[in-house]
């Protein structure tokens, strides 16, 4: 070979090389798959970044578009792009099997084992890939320094066929405001094409991919940024879905009900300001073969922030003797009953005599604009204080949002020194970064002041681990719904006990839900009717009573009137007994939205329980989860004649043993549940 020859040639590859390195990005592909092997991560990395999800087989996600546009605070000029025309510097790999305590949760610790893979990309960021044995997740992570607006994040969720789903949609907004919404929904069962154009759906998201196995998008360890809703994306032959996020409000009025609200008047042209190096939201696709595996499932708190408290020994979850559904209707009393002191003394009485932690106090006893000032002349808090600490019983206060964001230190510091226990926050019903960013604020001020914190007007986004003191979340059609109930030719509007065996599958996967169970006066479809004042509940006693197993809230209401439950004291007993967290969940059967049976621990005693729908059906408690020797069972099942009467119900007690299986009878709306514990 000749000089000559040789020259041109290294010449020619020099060109290569340096036409390669002005080039937009030559697409990379990597691979990553669960422990298991069964599940599959795709990422292809070129002029825009993608992932696809396979599951055994099975096409979950289509290539699937992953991306941030915005621009630099203080140089507006200079973009800001995650995702596009991708250049990867570096990638990590590593395994994970670990486990963390979870004292305030549905069991006593949960295991955390994934493969990750992070790509680190020119451009100033890197993405997280992992691969769970139960779903996909991915972060985007910026690793730059200056402050930064995102005008928008891109998130598709490209399905392979149009499947049906189960769709929460903002579909009562009140406030007229697109983005301001309590976060509560029933849910559409249609399929994907059906989706209603430019309509908000909220997360968890569910698709039924056929053959038992289930989708589910949703988000975790959301923090210092808006709350990811859903969009159809009306791409041509696609079974899409997108995220869209709240824009940074620039100005609000007060408005909503009673003037409780906040609401945005007008936005920003950008979702979020970033001011450093930090990990976005992650955004997750659980894959499952089981519905079982839903009404089971940790994904939301191996996502979520770990805790920020140093010490909880002072976080007691625990029962509520709450006011506001029964209207404070009492009987056989000496007083007439209503927001005063006197009626707050029985609710006392009543929340000692049962073992019940707390009371709540709610709406009415502070001012319209203050939480210090303009009290209700009728309660004595401090009077009722001290009678509860007498009584063993400690005292949560109600509030909307923005009274308690009012000189928030000072007012929690006031009242946790008169001895209040907690708030329960009311009316925030937006997810914007502002709100969101607010929210971790005042959990992180409670917890300084030793306060509980119920949230209500949101959903729940990993923050409940990171500050436990944040007991429980809203975010449901809970039992308050009954009060307003619109009823048709053909019955109730609504189906809630379709609703009430659908919620332990999806709303639950992202945190506890505050659904006030525990009405006694309940009803048949065809008996059921809306009061305000005297609410029923639709479907048996025992359904109602199943749901305070089967329901996770470490602040748990009795949502009936102290004087409803003295009356049926057999079933208070048995409602009181149930533990608010566990040390063990172990789901036994079930399908969405038909039935659920579960079974959770705490210590040595068993809690197990049942719900159906409209439809009577007829299940098999296998009892193997038992541990060896005699046990002792409290049983409650629907009666004989709940599906006329519903609040028929019998009681009994008998032995069983690990070796047993129990058929158990659910009338239409009903329930069964039992108390369990080794001799």
């Known amino acids: 070979m000749n000089r000559h020859y040789n020259m041109t040639r290294c010449l020619a590859g020099l060109c290569t090389l340096i036409a390669l390195s002005a080039a937009p990005a030559l697409a990379q592909d990597y691979q990553l798959s669960s422990p298991d092997g069964k599940l599959h991560i795709s990422v292809y990395a070129d002029n825009q970044l993608q992932w696809a999800v396979s599951h055994d087989g099975t096409d979950i996600l289509q290539p699937s578009a992953i991306g941030l546009q915005g621009r630099d605070e203080r140089s507006p000029r200079k973009a800001v792009s995650f995702g596009q025309d991708v250049r990867v510097s570096r990638v990590s790999r590593r395994s994970v099997d670990t486990s963390f305590p979870t004292p305030f949760y549905k069991k006593a610790e949960v295991r955390d084992a994934y493969n990750e893979l992070t790509l680190k990309c020119r451009g100033g960021y890197s993405i997280q890939f992992r691969a769970y044995d139960d779903g996909a997740a991915y972060r985007l992570v910026s690793d730059l320094r200056r402050p930064f607006l995102v005008e928008q994040e891109t998130a598709d969720f490209n399905f392979a066929q149009d499947y049906p789903a189960f769709i929460p949609y903002v579909n009562d907004n009140r406030s007229g405001e697109r983005y301001c919404y309590s976060f509560e929904s029933y849910y559409d069962e249609i399929r994907l094409s059906q989706m209603a154009p430019d309509s908000l759906a909220i997360t968890p998201l569910m698709i039924d991919l056929g053959q038992g196995k289930k989708a589910v998008v949703m988000e975790g360890g959301l923090l210092d940024y808006p709350g990811m809703f859903l969009l159809q994306n009306h791409r041509p032959d696609s079974h899409s879905l997108q995220a869209a996020f709240a824009p940074v409000p620039t100005e609000t009025f007060i408005g909503g009900h009673n003037r409780l609200n906040l609401?945005?008047?007008?936005?920003?042209?950008?979702?979020?300001?970033?001011?450093?190096?930090?990990?976005?939201?992650?955004?997750?696709?659980?894959?499952?073969?089981?519905?079982?595996?839903?009404?089971?499932?940790?994904?939301?708190?191996?996502?979520?922030?770990?805790?920020?408290?140093?010490?909880?020994?002072?976080?007691?979850?625990?029962?509520?003797?709450?006011?506001?559904?029964?209207?404070?209707?009492?009987?056989?009393?000496?007083?007439?009953?209503?927001?005063?002191?006197?009626?707050?003394?029985?609710?006392?009485?009543?929340?000692?005599?049962?073992?019940?932690?707390?009371?709540?106090?709610?709406?009415?006893?502070?001012?319209?604009?203050?939480?210090?000032?303009?009290?209700?002349?009728?309660?004595?808090?401090?009077?009722?204080?001290?009678?509860?600490?007498?009584?063993?019983?400690?005292?949560?206060?109600?509030?909307?949002w923005r009274n308690a964001a009012k000189d928030m230190e000072n007012s929690f510091a006031h009242y946790s020194r008169m001895g209040i226990k907690g708030f329960k926050i009311d009316f925030f019903d937006r997810d914007d970064q502002p709100v969101v960013r607010a929210v971790e604020e005042m959990a992180a001020c409670a917890a300084r002041h030793h306060l509980l914190l119920d949230l209500h007007g949101l959903k729940p986004f990993g923050l409940q681990r990171a500050y436990p003191n944040i007991v429980n979340y809203e975010g449901v059609k809970g039992l308050e719904n009954a009060k307003w109930e619109p009823i048709t030719p053909n019955g109730p509007l609504h189906n809630f006990p379709r609703y009430d065996v659908t919620i332990p599958y999806l709303r639950q996967?992202?945190?506890?839900?505050?659904?006030?169970?525990?009405?006694?006066?309940?009803?048949?479809?065809?008996?059921?009717?809306?009061?305000?004042?005297?609410?029923?509940?639709?479907?048996?006693?025992?359904?109602?009573?199943?749901?305070?197993?089967?329901?996770?809230?470490?602040?748990?209401?009795?949502?009936d009137s102290p004087s409803a439950?003295?009356?049926?004291?057999?079933?208070?007993?048995?409602?009181?007994?149930?533990?608010?967290?566990?040390?063990?969940?172990?789901?036994?059967?079930?399908?969405?939205?038909?039935?659920?049976?579960?079974?959770?621990?705490?210590?040595?005693?068993?809690?197990?329980?049942?719900?159906?729908?409209?439809?009577?059906?007829?299940?098999?408690?296998?009892?193997?989860?038992?541990?060896?020797?005699?046990?002792?069972?409290?049983?409650f099942s629907d009666g004989i004649n709940a599906d006329r009467e519903a609040t028929d119900y019998r009681k009994e007690t008998r032995r069983l043993t690990s070796a047993d299986k129990l058929t158990v009878h659910l009338a239409p709306g009903g329930g069964w549940t039992a108390r369990i514990t080794l001799e």
């Open 565 to 635: 439950y003295m009356k049926e004291q057999e079933c208070t007993d048995f409602i009181a007994s149930v533990p608010t967290v566990f040390d063990e969940t172990v789901a036994l059967d079930g399908k969405v939205g038909e039935y659920i049976l579960l079974a959770r621990r705490k210590g040595n005693t068993w809690y197990v329980a049942a719900m159906t729908d409209w439809t009577a059906r007829d299940l098999t408690v296998d009892l193997s989860f038992l541990p060896q020797g005699s046990h002792q069972a409290v049983i």
């Open 509 to 559: 996967l992202v945190g506890p839900l505050d659904y006030t169970p525990g009405a006694l006066k309940n009803a048949t479809r065809a008996d059921f009717r809306t009061n305000n004042d005297h609410p029923m509940s639709q479907g048996t006693r025992v359904h109602q009573m199943a749901m305070y197993t089967l329901f996770e809230a470490p602040l748990q209401m009795l949502a």
């Open 263 to 400: 609401i945005p008047s007008r936005r920003a042209d950008y979702i979020a300001r970033i001011d450093g190096p930090r990990a976005l939201p992650w955004r997750v696709v659980l894959v499952t073969t089981r519905d079982t595996q839903l009404a089971d499932n940790d994904m939301a708190q191996r996502l979520a922030p770990p805790c920020r408290i140093e010490d909880t020994s002072w976080i007691r979850p625990g029962k509520v003797a709450w006011d506001w559904w029964n209207t404070c209707n009492l009987t056989g009393v000496d007083f007439k009953a209503g927001m005063n002191t006197p009626t707050y003394k029985a609710f006392i009485d009543f929340a000692a005599a049962n073992k019940l932690e707390y009371i709540i106090i709610d709406d009415g006893w502070s001012g319209l604009e203050s939480l210090t000032e303009d009290l209700n002349p009728d309660i004595d808090l401090e009077e009722l204080i001290a009678y509860g600490r007498q009584k063993g019983v400690g005292i949560i206060l109600w509030s909307s």
